[in-house]
RNA sequence: GGUCGCAUAGCUCAGCUGGUUAGAGCGCCUGCCUCACAUGCAGGAGGUCCCUGGUUCGAAUCCAGGUGCGACCACCA
């Protein structure tokens, strides 16, 4: 039999999933529970990164385990068209071919980009199908494509006739690379060193001058006042005078404003109202006249005077020698501060005047913070709200107009003749008013204005689809923090002002994937992990396992190849575990059935579930059958594992649900129940057939947990063991299985106990084997006194015997030989004879590191149970679990030294 | 400047509502090809839970301050 080779099922079992049609969601029915996700659309011509593959692994987990909970479970998948980012992977396209988009012409550049989008568009889907989503691909979408396109204009024209979205004259973002504006969010601050002139401007009396300071001196061109606090009594007497502008000869008033920080600087300001957010706002009111000194290339306009069609950096250094020739200049000093580069292109952007069209959002933002005081929306980590609510609070209008030609153009049209503007959602050809000639807008919509819409524009928007009707609001936006201002805040105002309801009930917030020394992913740094390498090498399902393991909440994912190694081998493990109930189940008597496992979820309860057949050992009372206690201990265990899990999921803690499936699989399914079982199966038939049944419904039960991480193995093996159980042809498919059941009657801490002491006993010698030293194919006998330990030992004499390689047990006060090694177990003495194998003087060492490890732990019970506080107010069975781990404590070291004590006699005689 | 997050074994990290003898993976040491798995099995070493106070009978866990990282936001010229 092969082993365990991913490759071998994992693109053949996708396909399968697709053929059978099973990621649509089931038909509608009344009372369903529906589920629901749109995905965050990736940018149509990108491929798939960390970040993608973190993201669309958590939705999927998400997606089948509703989906196996028997939710009428959507996932929507789609690409964004991603307007800059695209149109600037075109651009330099066209760059390398020599020419540029204004030699090809507007209509020619997004036909050529459309092609672009055809040829490259599905790439990214093809890999998130190796990562094994469970998207619905038959209501794909693209923001650009026919239904969402009018999705956007509906909103837009809407907005406008609600004298929401308006055209105005503004200073705005402007980047001279990409010659288009940008919203506040789409500018990244960077702390620079750069450099603060200090200016002389002249009085226009010629009574001195005042010094302004300033980290970009060729603005100073486009100034048009200097201010001052109206308290400052250096220059009081100034207000009302005029400077005079040195270059342009301009007549500068001398205002004041509550602006002005005295204490910076010489206390007064240059103001600049065309190239500096502040100097506007203190324009605005003080009705300074507003001068550009900029092109939209980033030249210097004609209003530059001398320094028009200079480079910025040009005009920068001339005007500087000038200064500093003339006297202006009156010193420079270092200075640290802020400037602002464009999200795209990483050029530096420049505060521009321009007519652009805004959407005024403060209305639809505080209706996004109503929902969230409503707990219509709630954040997970719920810390992500702050953020949100902060920002929120202090939006301003979104300028939504971009210079671009990929992307939603603007439905407005202009009328020269008569100057009307018409915006229609219709196509407009001749003025309505005057049946003159009208020119669209050149502009399109900012990407994100598309997105915006995304939950309910996938859904059909603006019909009334049984989609929206089904599956809006989404129930959960999976989704890294970076997007939080960019998407979620829009999607939430889109959707509250046009559904009437949020997009989303929850928005969980993953972190951000880094490299194993927690270094952000980027090409420059050459520390991009590609998904897809990671996938070839070690599978879909330990790439999945390991995303998954790694995102808990509130932390950066560090992904180490380490880790997925491991993971890898937990799959190995797992498969392997599948491999070996397969070959034991081989010529079995068919009534040890488990897998009609072929049950459709629809049909609620797994078989193994519901059967009392699948309820190994419920009647058996323990002695009856030896394997009794492992498999009503495994039921037991595996009871608490599906709580675990549930709970996990339910509460979007992935981690710990993988966690508790990684730790029952290997540490006890495969660890203890498998070798146990291995005995069992030599046993009668009755316990045969009870061992058989219980290794098989808990290997189906625990593919259906690990099912939503590990879709592909655990499909596999179904797919073998549904076959092997049924004889021939092809179970149905576990993706469409039911997830399992809480069980609280399989919950038995009494068992559980008794199988801790039967581990114990079996663990103190292997220890004892192990650092004495005595060769693993030497079988032990080992000595019990009467008590409860002995009892679980003698009702489980096989399994003891084989676990811990032993040959005869001896129950019952008799002495032990000389030359034992003893141990304690549940405050019970287990003795093993070793004196032929080994020097005594060895045991005596191990017996006072034992003793002196209980010892502390003695000390600590002891001094907590002497502390009067303590026993005046902690709660009863506190105490009294302190009380019996105290005893517990004294018996072992007591029986350890006497042991000791025996040995050192022994060791003495010899 | 504002806000938030993080500091636990050599490394990467768990530790949910305060009570565990503080855990996992990798790495390390010892011994094993034991008939599912050497992508494995068994045993073991390794931790002042960043510092200082506080709340509490009890703090890795809650609070305050400090230190060190990191992120986001931000119009002091």
């Given at each position: 039999?092969?082993?365990y080779?991913?490759?071998?099922?994992e693109t053949?079992l996708y396909?399968?999933w697709l053929e059978?049609?099973?990621?649509?969601?089931?038909p509608?029915?009344?009372?369903e529970?529906a589920?629901?996700?749109?995905?965050p659309?990736?940018n149509v011509?990108?491929?798939?990164?960390?970040?993608h593959?973190?993201?669309?692994?958590?939705?999927?987990?998400?997606?089948?385990?509703?989906?196996m909970?028997g939710d009428a479970?959507l996932?929507?998948p789609?690409?964004d068209h991603?307007?800059?980012?695209?149109q600037?992977?075109?651009?330099?396209q066209?760059m390398?071919e020599?020419?540029d988009?204004?030699?090809?012409?507007?209509?020619?550049?997004v036909?050529?980009?459309?092609?672009?989008?055809?040829e490259?568009?599905?790439?990214?889907?093809e890999?998130?199908r190796?990562?094994?989503?469970?998207?619905?691909?038959?209501?794909e979408?693209?923001t650009?494509?026919a239904?969402?396109?009018?999705?956007v204009?509906?909103v837009?024209v809407?907005?406008?006739?609600?004298?929401?979205i308006?055209?105005?004259?503004y200073?705005?973002?402007w980047?001279?690379?990409?010659r288009?504006?940008?919203?506040d969010?789409?500018?990244?601050?960077e702390?620079?060193?750069?450099?603060?002139?200090?200016?002389?401007?002249?009085l226009?009396?010629?009574?001195g001058?005042?010094s302004v300071?300033?980290?970009?001196?060729?603005?100073?061109?486009g100034?048009?006042?200097?201010?001052?606090h109206?308290?400052?009594?250096r220059?009081r007497?100034?207000?009302?005078k005029?400077v005079?502008l040195?270059?342009?000869?301009r007549k500068l008033p001398v205002?004041?404003?509550?602006?002005v920080?005295?204490?910076?600087?010489?206390g007064?300001?240059?103001?600049t109202?065309?190239h500096?957010?502040?100097?506007?706002?203190?324009?605005l009111?003080?009705?300074?006249?507003?001068?550009s000194v900029?092109n939209?290339d980033g030249?210097?306009s004609a209003?530059?005077?001398p320094y028009?069609?200079m480079?910025?950096?040009?005009c920068?250094?001339a005007?500087?020698?000038?200064?500093?020739?003339?006297?202006?200049?009156?010193?420079v000093?270092?200075?640290?501060?802020?400037?602002g580069?464009?999200?795209?292109?990483r050029?530096v952007?420049?505060?521009?005047l321009?007519?652009?069209?805004?959407l005024h959002?403060?209305?639809?933002?505080?209706?996004t913070?109503?929902?969230?005081?409503?707990?219509?929306t709630r954040f997970?980590?719920a810390?992500?709200?702050k953020?949100?609510r902060?920002?929120m609070?202090n939006?301003r209008p979104?300028?939504?107009?971009?210079?671009?030609?990929w992307g939603h153009?603007i439905p407005a049209?202009?009328?020269?003749?008569c100057?009307?503007?018409?915006?229609?959602?219709e196509?407009?050809?001749?003025?309505p008013k005057?049946?003159?000639?009208v020119?669209?807008?050149?502009?399109?919509?900012?990407?994100w204005?598309?997105?915006?819409?995304?939950?309910f524009?996938?859904m059909?928007?603006p019909e009334?689809?049984p989609?929206?009707?089904?599956f809006?609001?989404?129930?959960?936006?999976v989704?890294?923090?970076?997007?939080?201002f960019?998407?979620?805040a829009?999607?939430?105002m889109?959707g509250l002002?046009f559904?009437g309801e949020?997009?989303f009930?929850d928005?969980?917030?993953?972190?951000?994937?880094?490299?194993?020394h927690?270094q952000?992913?980027?090409?420059?740094?050459?520390?991009?992990?590609?998904?897809?390498?990671?996938?070839?090498?070690?599978g879909?399902?330990a790439f999945?396992?390991t995303?998954v393991?790694?995102?808990?909440m509130?932390?950066d994912?560090r992904l180490?190849?380490?880790r997925?190694?491991?993971?890898?081998?937990f799959?190995?493990k797992?498969?392997?575990?599948?491999r070996?109930?397969?070959l034991?189940?081989?010529?079995?008597p068919?009534?040890?059935?488990?897998?009609?496992?072929?049950?459709?979820?629809?049909?609620?309860?797994s078989?193994?579930?519901?059967?009392?057949?699948?309820?190994p050992?419920a009647?058996?009372a323990?002695?009856?059958s030896?394997?009794?206690?492992?498999n009503?201990?495994?039921?037991s265990?595996?009871?608490?594992t599906i709580?675990?899990?549930?709970?996990?999921?339910?509460?979007?803690?992935?981690?710990?649900?993988?966690?508790?499936?990684?730790?029952f699989?290997?540490?006890?399914y495969?660890?203890?129940y498998?070798?146990?079982?291995k005995?069992?199966?030599?046993?009668?038939?009755?316990e045969r057939a009870?061992?058989?049944?219980t290794?098989?419904?808990t290997?189906?039960?625990?593919?259906r947990?690990?099912h939503?991480?590990?879709?592909?193995?655990?499909?596999?093996l179904?797919?073998e063991?549904?076959?092997?159980?049924r004889?021939?042809?092809?179970g149905?498919?576990?993706?469409?299985?039911s997830f399992?059941?809480?069980q609280?009657?399989?919950?038995d801490?009494e068992?559980?106990a008794?199988?801790?002491?039967l581990?114990?006993?079996?663990?103190?010698v292997?220890?004892?084997?192990a650092e004495?030293?005595?060769?693993p194919r030497i079988?032990?006998?080992?000595?019990?006194?009467?008590g409860?330990?002995?009892?679980?030992v003698?009702?489980n004499?096989?399994m003891?015997?084989?676990?811990a390689?032993?040959?005869?047990?001896?129950y019952g006060?008799?002495?032990?030989?000389?030359?034992?090694?003893?141990?304690v177990?549940?405050?019970s003495?287990?003795?093993?004879?070793?004196?032929?194998?080994?020097?005594?003087a060895?045991e005596?060492?191990?017996?006072?590191?034992?003793?002196?490890?209980?010892?502390?732990?003695?000390s600590?019970?002891?001094a907590?149970?002497?502390?009067?506080?303590f026993?005046?107010r902690?709660?009863?069975?506190i105490?009294?679990?302190?009380l019996?781990?105290?005893?517990?404590a004294?018996?072992?070291?007591?029986?350890l030294?006497?042991s000791l004590v025996r040995?050192?006699?022994?060791?003495?005689?010899?």
């Amino acid at each position: 039999m092969p082993g365990y080779d991913p490759k071998e099922f994992e693109t053949r079992l996708y396909q399968r999933w697709l053929e059978a049609g099973v990621f649509a969601p089931v038909p509608a029915k009344p009372g369903e529970q529906a589920f629901s996700i749109v995905i965050p659309p990736p940018n149509v011509t990108g491929s798939l990164h960390m970040g993608h593959a973190l993201n669309n692994t958590l939705q999927d987990v998400l997606t089948r385990y509703h989906r196996m909970l028997g939710d009428a479970s959507l996932w929507v998948p789609g690409t964004d068209h991603a307007g800059i980012a695209t149109q600037n992977v075109v651009e330099r396209q066209l760059m390398a071919e020599g020419t540029d988009r204004h030699a090809l012409g507007r209509e020619a550049f997004v036909a050529r980009t459309w092609r672009w989008k055809e040829e490259s568009g599905g790439r990214i889907f093809e890999q998130l199908r190796r990562l094994g989503v469970s998207c619905d691909w038959s209501r794909e979408r693209f923001t650009m494509d026919a239904g969402l396109s009018r999705a956007v204009r509906e909103v837009f024209v809407t907005l406008h006739e609600q004298g929401l979205i308006r055209r105005d004259h503004y200073l705005i973002n402007w980047c001279p690379r990409c010659r288009t504006a940008l919203s506040d969010i789409e500018v990244e601050h960077e702390e620079k060193a750069g450099n603060l002139w200090h200016l002389r401007y002249p009085l226009e009396d010629g009574s001195g001058h005042i010094s302004v300071a300033t980290t970009r001196p060729e603005t100073m061109l486009g100034d048009t006042a200097v201010a001052v606090h109206p308290d400052d009594d250096r220059y009081r007497h100034l207000v009302g005078k005029k400077v005079v502008l040195p270059v342009i000869g301009r007549k500068l008033p001398v205002i004041a404003d509550t602006y002005v920080d005295s204490s910076f600087g010489s206390g007064a300001v240059k103001i600049t109202p065309g190239h500096d957010p502040n100097d506007y706002e203190i324009g605005l009111r003080h009705q300074l006249p507003m001068v550009s000194v900029m092109n939209v290339d980033g030249t210097m306009s004609a209003d530059a005077g001398p320094y028009a069609g200079m480079t910025t950096a040009q005009c920068r250094q001339a005007l500087v020698e000038r200064f500093g020739a003339d006297g202006t200049l009156e010193r420079v000093d270092d200075h640290r501060h802020a400037v602002g580069s464009c999200y795209r292109c990483r050029n530096v952007v420049e505060p521009l005047l321009s007519d652009q069209w805004f959407l005024h959002v403060r209305d639809m933002a505080d209706a996004t913070l109503k929902a969230l005081d409503d707990g219509r929306t709630r954040f997970v980590p719920a810390h992500w709200e702050k953020t949100y609510r902060i920002w929120m609070e202090n939006i301003r209008p979104w300028c939504i107009s971009r210079q671009l030609w990929w992307g939603h153009r603007i439905p407005a049209w202009y009328c020269d003749a008569c100057s009307q503007t018409i915006v229609s959602r219709e196509d407009v050809t001749v003025c309505p008013k005057c049946a003159g000639a009208v020119r669209q807008d050149e502009d399109v919509l900012d990407t994100w204005f598309s997105s915006a819409l995304w939950p309910f524009s996938t859904m059909g928007w603006p019909e009334k689809t049984p989609d929206l009707a089904r599956f809006y609001p989404t129930s959960v936006l999976v989704t890294a923090f970076d997007i939080i201002f960019f998407w979620v805040a829009r999607m939430m105002m889109m959707g509250l002002h046009f559904m009437g309801e949020v997009p989303f009930r929850d928005i969980y917030i993953h972190a951000l994937v880094r490299d194993e020394h927690g270094q952000k992913m980027s090409k420059s740094k050459g520390n991009v992990i590609d998904p897809l390498v990671i996938i070839d090498e070690y599978g879909a399902d330990a790439f999945r396992f390991t995303l998954v393991a790694f995102a808990a909440m509130g932390r950066d994912v560090r992904l180490s190849e380490d880790r997925i190694a491991g993971y890898r081998n937990f799959c190995n493990k797992l498969f392997n575990a599948a491999r070996y109930v397969a070959l034991k189940r081989e010529g079995a008597p068919a009534q040890a059935t488990a897998a009609d496992g072929a049950t459709p979820a629809a049909t609620a309860t797994s078989p193994t579930a519901s059967t009392s057949a699948a309820k190994p050992g419920a009647t058996a009372a323990e002695g009856a059958s030896p394997a009794a206690l492992a498999n009503r201990w495994i039921r037991s265990r595996l009871a608490a594992t599906i709580e675990e899990t549930r709970a996990a999921l339910d509460s979007y803690r992935f981690n710990e649900a993988a966690h508790a499936l990684y730790r029952f699989t290997w540490n006890e399914y495969c660890d203890w129940y498998i070798e146990i079982s291995k005995v069992a199966l030599d046993g009668d038939e009755s316990e045969r057939a009870e061992t058989l049944q219980t290794l098989t419904s808990t290997l189906e039960t625990l593919l259906r947990l690990l099912h939503p991480i590990i879709p592909f193995v655990t499909e596999e093996l179904w797919q073998e063991l549904s076959h092997d159980v049924r004889g021939s042809g092809e179970g149905a498919l576990l993706m469409t299985q039911s997830f399992p059941e809480l069980q609280p009657s399989w919950r038995d801490e009494e068992i559980d106990a008794r199988m801790e002491t039967l581990i114990e006993v079996v663990r103190s010698v292997r220890n004892i084997r192990a650092e004495m030293r005595i060769a693993p194919r030497i079988a032990l006998d080992l000595w019990l006194n009467d008590g409860p330990v002995a009892e679980v030992v003698r009702q489980n004499e096989p399994m003891a015997r084989r676990l811990a390689r032993l040959r005869e047990i001896h129950y019952g006060g008799g002495a032990a030989p000389k030359g034992c090694a003893t141990a304690v177990v549940a405050g019970s003495e287990i003795a093993v004879p070793i004196a032929e194998h080994v020097d005594l003087a060895a045991e005596a060492q191990r017996l006072r590191k034992e003793i002196a490890r209980v010892e502390k732990d003695l000390s600590r019970f002891t001094a907590k149970l002497a502390d009067e506080k303590f026993r005046a107010r902690a709660p009863e069975d506190i105490i009294e679990a302190e009380l019996a781990k105290q005893s517990a404590a004294e018996q072992e070291r007591d029986t350890l030294r006497s042991s000791l004590v025996r040995v050192e006699q022994a060791g003495g005689a010899a």
